[in-house]
């Protein structure tokens, strides 16, 4: 079992930066991919970044490439997501996600087996 909790959002100008936190319980997350994903208002949940297990290999989709950057630190259970030059259409719930023993990227939704509760990002023009 693997309980997620994120942490970081907020309200920011447009142009502003955020970190987000996923802290993951209750099991290490050192074979763990790791996922952030973000739902808009009125949106489905779409994929933002992906982590391999060891952080070798990421993924983004192309709106936040060269912008954001996911990042993981197994010490300490917890994965991050660093947001520069934020844009108000960035604006929405992000959610982080696991699929305990997998070592590759991951970023089809369907294939995380558990989701964090999820942080507000705003972002304002």
């Known amino acids: 079992q693997v309980q997620l909790v994120e942490s970081g959002g907020g309200l920011v100008q447009a142009g502003g930066s955020l970190r987000l936190s996923c802290a993951a319980t209750?099991?290490?997350?050192?074979?763990?991919?790791m996922g952030w994903f973000r739902q808009p208002p009125g949106k489905e949940r779409d994929f933002v970044a992906a982590i391999s297990w060891n952080g070798g290999l990421t993924s983004y989709a192309d709106s936040v490439k060269g912008r954001f950057t996911i990042s993981r630190d197994n010490a300490k259970n917890t994965v991050y997501l660093q947001m520069n030059t934020l844009k108000p259409e960035d604006t929405a719930v992000y959610y982080c996600?696991?699929?305990?023993?997998?070592?590759?990227?991951?970023?089809?939704?369907?294939?995380?087996?558990?989701w964090g509760q999820g942080t507000q990002v705003l972002v304002s023009s």
């Open positions: 209750a099991r290490t997350i050192s074979s763990t991919a």
């Open positions: 996600a696991a699929r305990p023993y997998n070592m590759a990227v991951v970023t089809a939704s369907q294939y995380y087996n558990y």
